[in-house]
């Protein structure tokens, strides 16, 4: 079922590729999930600003 001509080299080169999907897949979630540092202006009112983005001024 399984065929036993697997060499170094190929099973070396499959974990490099998992590697560098994974190590990808982390640094897209990591900017992806980063937190945006939306401030409130002076002029804008808060219920305005929670209206508009939903976040309650610290």
């Given at each position: 079922?399984?065929?036993?001509?697997?060499?170094?080299?190929?099973i070396?080169?499959?974990?490099?590729?998992?590697?560098?999907?994974?190590?990808?897949?982390?640094?897209?979630?990591?900017?992806v999930?980063?937190?945006?540092?939306?401030?409130?202006?002076?002029?804008?009112?808060?219920?305005e600003?929670?209206?508009?983005?939903?976040?309650?001024?610290?």
């Amino acid at each position: 079922m399984i065929a036993t001509n697997y060499n170094f080299g190929l099973i070396f080169s499959a974990v490099i590729t998992m590697a560098v999907i994974v190590i990808a897949i982390r640094i897209y979630l990591n900017i992806v999930n980063r937190k945006s540092d939306i401030g409130k202006p002076d002029w804008m009112s808060d219920s305005e600003f929670e209206d508009r983005f939903g976040k309650r001024k610290r």
